[in-house]
């Protein structure tokens, strides 16, 4: 009886076993099959072809030989979305913004206040990843009475790395001016208070793109603006823009960063 | 006794059963540890933080952010050499000169012959990923002795996207000039075969740096041989480097384009 019992006892725990071992076996199986995903993604095959392109790309656009683009390639938008919100982006901004430190570092201002420093502001002080997110992160075409109704709103939140730059800028003695290519006349005012809402407090100007500019390349109108501020008597430091046209043409300053931007091209 | 058999082949079975189960566990446990090592690698912890920061200095030297670096940091000696000679490194040679092939198709070539192309030549068109492979791919030291002897072999290999473009240019009627900061006196000969043993073949000009130039900034030296070939009549179309001191100064030229090294820095 003790062995019957017994036996019949073996059984159940046989099944047992059987099932608790096919669950595992299910279990490695699906986790070697997310592991070959992930290593397909960096040896370029299936999924692995467009994420390459897209590292090339995004690679090609911040080193400013792919100009002009209209959108970001269509398989890039899944690469997009995960470098702009999944910590790459911030991280990528983090290690430029340590390099200015460290370049701030090295320098001593004469005593004269005429030590000047530019920043951009769309996608360098001010973040419009919330918009852009609607926009397929790039993927759309450029749609200028969305992002001016978004624009409007005045709800850019800063970009936390850039607040920290421009407060140690600040701090130092540097006078800041913000240079846009917004429309003055339209985006003035909510764009200061924007700014201010966000703790950009404590800057020496804020220009924006007048009437005499409209239609003209931001690399054409930022140039004269920093030739106006040079000819003003101001030493330009430093000069930091998402956009390649913040940082070419002339009077470009001492030293020049570029921001990472894969959304979108400003000419 | 049938009883008592089949109880002590249910034993067996189960002693069976739970070693088999224990090697799927281990399985399906090694594996999740592998997949999570891959996951930390996009999300930024352990060996993650530093892939992470690798990324981010690797995009932050191609976009000349991070200027006259010594060497490559320490914690990225892996991440260069995988990017190096893990297809990465060529794919984005690649859709570099599809760029350029792309700006090419739209440029239309005057009949006077003075349509002018600028290559450099170390690590544009022919490669010493082999030397640096020696030096820990950009971790060691800058080493001038070392480096002399390997050029001296005359064996460095063809960047294979680099001639591609390069057969195209003379094919089209550019005149192609290749413009390195080595030595003239001790590396022109050499440098000479080695260009043309690997099929840089057709050029106008190899321009290298003379006694003139000698412990010159490279973009010092570039920015004058420019000057003097726009000033013999060329139009300069289009010039190619690795590094920044051979797109940036004066005389750049219509269209500049960065070939990545993430290895070295010449100033």
Redesign the interface.
């Known amino acids: 009886m003790a062995?019957?019992v017994?036996?019949e006892l073996?059984?159940v725990?046989?099944l047992v076993?059987?099932l608790?071992?096919l669950g595992?076996?299910t279990?490695?199986m699906s986790?070697?099959r997310?592991?070959k995903r992930?290593?397909d993604e960096?040896?370029?095959s299936g999924e692995g072809d467009s994420m390459?392109?897209c590292?090339?790309?995004r690679?090609?656009v911040?080193?400013?030989?792919?100009?002009a683009w209209p959108t970001v390639p269509p398989q890039c938008s899944r690469y997009v979305e995960t470098y702009m919100i999944?910590?790459?982006y911030e991280?990528?901004l983090?290690?430029?913004v340590e390099?200015i430190l460290g370049y701030l570092n090295q320098t001593l201002l004469p005593p004269d206040s005429m030590d000047a420093w530019i920043l951009d502001v769309d996608d360098t002080c001010i973040s419009n990843i919330y918009y852009y997110k609607t926009k397929n992160y790039g993927c759309d075409p450029y749609d200028p009475s969305a992002f001016r109704k978004w624009a409007m709103k005045g709800g850019c939140p800063a970009i936390p790395s850039v607040l920290r730059l421009f407060s140690i800028l600040v701090d130092k003695g540097f006078k800041v001016f913000l240079l846009t290519g917004r429309d003055e006349e339209s985006l003035g005012e909510v764009t200061k208070n924007n700014l201010h809402n966000q703790g950009f407090i404590g800057y020496e100007r804020l220009i924006l793109r007048n009437a005499a500019y409209r239609g003209k390349s931001a690399m054409k109108y930022k140039s004269d603006v920093r030739k106006q501020l040079e000819e003003e008597g101001y030493r330009i430091w430093g000069n930091v823009g998402d956009q390649w046209s913040d940082i070419k043409g002339d009077y470009l300053g001492n030293?020049?960063?570029?921001l990472?931007n894969p959304m979108y091209f400003v000419p």
Chains 1, 2 share one sequence.
Request: proline share 2%; glycine share 8%; aromatic share 6%.
């Open positions: 062995e019957r017994e036996g073996l059984k725990v046989v076993l059987i608790v071992m595992a076996k279990e490695a986790t070697t997310g592991h992930s290593k960096s040896s370029g390459s392109f590292l090339s790309w690679l090609a911040e080193a400013n030989n792919v100009v999944n910590g790459q991280r990528d983090d290690l430029i390099e030293r020049t960063f570029k990472p």
